[in-house]
């Protein structure tokens, strides 16, 4: 099929290239002339593991391109909406301007008969706005495809999937041939758009437009609810002397429960989760649906919480005092396997200490130059290593695998003081504990002493 994705950003190039890859012919369309330039020389302007590789191999049959110019998707059968949905500057809510904005450049470029497909994170009732906009085109058919990918893991998830849902006018029952199985409209196009997937046995779910809106923000305040709620039960841990590692492991061995997301620490940050249980809150609200407002605000209280937690405990671990000590921050990114530092937990505790006067270096393996653009007041430093060297107190922050496995009798030639928060609970105490280090975690800490046999004072 011939197919323009909308928007090329973490959701549409990872979309759009994984298209290709399936044999249909794809352009990307975004506004920013850099950004296009990159994409169109097979390099992704941000860190996804694996998506270079497919940029390139389009490139090379030829079946992928991207383009500033509305009018490249002209001939396009279907149209992906993937413009971002960032949160309003002025309320929790989504700021639908881009897609909007989208939606009204791409409407001269219509071909009969095509279809407009969103599939940005939006509040229920968006599809019905942008029905507004495609009024006067009735010959176009308008659905909603959800993205359901996560950044580090991206192309895995767009190209197996654990379902694929569409948002279709009249929902399931409109969707099909009376008396028959055949499906018909919006939910064809996306049957022959998805066939590879369809054929490998990936779940396929149709819906109405409420639904379609609603289901991405759910689940991730499902996610986030669990994050939290952990989260939440490590504090009463370090409060009654109990041990959240342990406490999640016998929970997640429940299987109505289960372990994912049930790994107590920093909390959660990013581009989506924060952003959607925001949104979900303020239509819960306008809605006058207080409980869903009520929980998602809650949700976002305890994980706010966990950042403050962790800068009074490394407080704690400077005998009292940050201001003069040397701290040296691991991980700048939200997450392990990406870039991406938007609402990132490592830099907003980064800032809060060093606004407490602590000298602060922060190291990661591949957001540093994107850190640096948004966060110049902070010193960062791309070697891990030198970025240990004088450190009286290391916090790993965000879980990279070279920080999971960074070696404590190495790492402990580099600092001044054995000292080690952290605040992701990936370490291996007992290694480090047996090289000389203190260790301390969220939620594991109960009744450790501060001061024993391997914790140094300070140098003054």
């Given amino acids: 099929m011939k197919i323009s994705v909308v928007g090329c950003g973490y959701l549409g190039a990872v979309h759009a290239a994984t298209l ?259 949104s979900l809150k303020a239509q819960a609200s306008k809605l006058g649906v207080e409980s869903a407002m009520e929980w998602m605000q809650l949700v976002d209280s305890v994980n706010a919480g966990q950042r403050l937690r962790t800068v009074d405990l490394a407080r704690e671990l400077c005998e009292g005092h940050l201001a003069g000590r040397t701290v040296t921050v691991l991980g700048a990114a939200f997450k392990p396997d990406t870039d991406d530092v938007r609402d990132s937990p490592s830099l907003d505790v980064a800032l809060r200490l060093a606004a407490a006067g602590a000298h602060v270096t922060v190291t990661d393996p591949k957001a540093i130059n994107t850190a640096w653009m948004h966060y110049p007041q902070l010193r960062f430093e791309p070697s891990t290593a030198r970025a240990l060297e004088g450190a009286e107190l290391v916090l790993l922050l965000t879980e990279w695998d070279e920080y999971r496995t960074l070696s404590p009798a190495v790492a402990g030639q580099l600092v001044r003081r054995r000292t080690v928060l952290d605040a992701r609970n990936v370490l291996d105490a007992a290694g480090w504990e047996a090289a000389g280090w203190t260790v301390r975690g969220l939620g594991t800490s109960a009744g450790v002493p501060l001061t024993g046999p391997v914790e140094a004072k300070f140098a003054h």
């Fill in 20 to 278: 290709a890859s399936m044999g249909h012919t794809v352009v990307g369309i975004d506004v920013d002339p850099a950004k296009v330039e990159r994409l169109a020389g097979g390099v992704a302007p941000f860190f996804e593991p694996g998506l270079d590789e497919l940029l390139r191999d389009g490139q090379a049959t030829g079946r992928l391109t991207f383009s500033t110019d509305f009018g490249a998707a002209a001939s396009a059968e279907i149209h992906f909406l993937c413009v971002g949905t960032p949160q309003s500057k002025t309320s929790d809510g989504a700021d639908l301007s881009y897609l909007v904005s989208a939606t009204e450049s791409l409407l001269p470029h219509l071909s009969r008969g095509a279809a407009v497909v969103g599939k940005s994170t939006v509040p229920v009732g968006t599809v019905d706005m942008l029905g507004g906009i495609l009024a006067g085109r009735r010959d176009v058919l308008l659905g909603w495809n959800p993205e359901f990918l996560r950044q580090g893991t991206a192309v895995k998830d767009t190209l197996v999937p654990d379902r694929l849902v569409y948002g279709v006018p009249g929902g399931r029952d409109a969707a099909f041939e009376p008396g028959s199985s055949a499906p018909r409209g919006v939910t064809a196009v996306l049957d022959a758009v998805y066939e590879p997937l369809l054929s490998a046995g990936i779940p396929r779910l149709v819906c109405n437009f409420a639904t379609a809106e609603l289901i991405k923000s759910a689940s991730n305040a499902y996610l986030a609810t669990k994050v939290s709620f952990i989260n939440a039960m490590s504090e009463l841990c370090d409060a009654s002397g109990a041990d959240v590692r342990e406490l999640s492991e016998a929970m997640g061995l429940d299987p109505r429960i289960g372990s994912r997301y049930l790994h107590a620490g920093l909390g959660f940050g990013g581009g989506c989760l924060p952003k959607d249980i925001r």
